[in-house]
């Protein structure tokens, strides 16, 4: 790893480490040294909502990290020591005494979530119950994000299945169209779901469509995890109902590869190019707020 690539961390002098490169804050100390023993994913999560609760380091977006930001963590020319005195990968800018590998926010099923393994750039998947394994969490939180006035409701349930986010001024059909036809979609196939809705004046409205890229990605928050139709985690902000689906077709379109658009993938915040053809878990249907709306 070049100078000119190596992560650039910032210690906040507040139990705090930022990384400028991706724009996150950790919490300088793991579980294993703020706790002394070990934890599972299910801890991890309620560790989370403590550490929100009591404003730690003055935020309350603290969360599990995703899969690839605990990989960012991992830096083969850096040393540090674990609990055990065996080398890990990371920092030293973090204390030594840690646990060798954290839980991530990405989980298969019900039952199974992914650690990560600071000794060897590993990952892998264990039952949310186990204690033994993986020794710690290591909480995340991101800069970029705003973190709203508490007493703001982001979020509206209307009662008729749409939900307007005040945010944003959009308004969302609560549930996806796994939820509705209870089965994957093509690009085509999503399509001609939202026209559907349309034709059937569906809550009283004939604009819905899909969302953007950027529009999918703004009901995304890391912060609040929900169980989807499989029972994996997928995240999204408080308001929208569980069983959806993980992914999401969107209306961006490759500009030169014909027949490519984006899905967003709500488990993990990602989204990639995909081939219009492939299926997809769902679409969720969008439309913008009008004044009179």
């Known amino acids: 790893m070049t100078e000119s690539t190596k992560l650039k961390y910032i210690d906040n002098g507040d139990e705090t480490v930022s990384d400028t490169r991706h724009g996150i804050m950790w919490m300088k100390n793991d579980t294993w040294l703020e706790l002394g023993r070990l934890i599972t994913w299910h801890d991890s999560l309620e560790l989370a909502r403590k550490k929100n609760e009591e404003k730690f380091a003055g935020h309350s977006n603290w969360r599990i990290p ?105 308004q969302w059909k609560a549930d996806d169209s796994y939820m509705d036809l209870d089965k994957w979609v093509t690009w085509e196939e999503a399509k001609t779901y939202i026209v559907e809705l349309n034709r059937q004046r569906f809550a009283g409205y004939e604009d819905w469509r899909m969302p953007t890229r950027k529009e999918a990605q703004s009901i995304y928050d890391p912060a609040n995890p929900v169980t989807d139709n499989y029972g994996d985690t997928i995240f999204l902000i408080k308001g929208f109902p569980a069983g959806g689906g993980q992914t999401s077709w969107t209306k961006t379109l490759h500009r030169t590869e014909r027949g490519t658009a984006i899905r967003f993938h709500f488990y993990n915040g990602d989204y990639k190019w995909n081939p219009m053809g492939l299926r997809s878990h769902g679409v969720r249907a969008v439309r913008t707020l009008k004044k009179d709306s």
């Not at 989980?107 to 264990?126: C, I, N, P, Q, V």
């Not at 508490?150 to 749409?162: C, L, V």
């Open 66 to 170: 995703s899969a690839s930001e605990a990989k960012y963590l991992f830096d083969a020319e850096s040393s540090n020591t674990d609990v055990e005195g065996c080398e890990i990968h990371i920092d030293p800018i973090f204390p030594p005494g840690c646990g060798f590998s954290t839980w991530t926010s990405q989980t298969r099923g019900a039952k199974a979530a992914m650690s990560y393994d600071f000794r060897s750039d590993y990952e892998y998947w264990l039952a949310k119950e186990n204690d033994g394994f993986p020794s710690a969490v290591r909480l995340v939180r991101s800069e970029s994000e705003e973190e709203e006035d508490p007493e703001f409701i982001r979020i509206e349930n209307k009662g008729d299945g749409t939900l307007i986010d005040h945010k944003t001024g959009l």
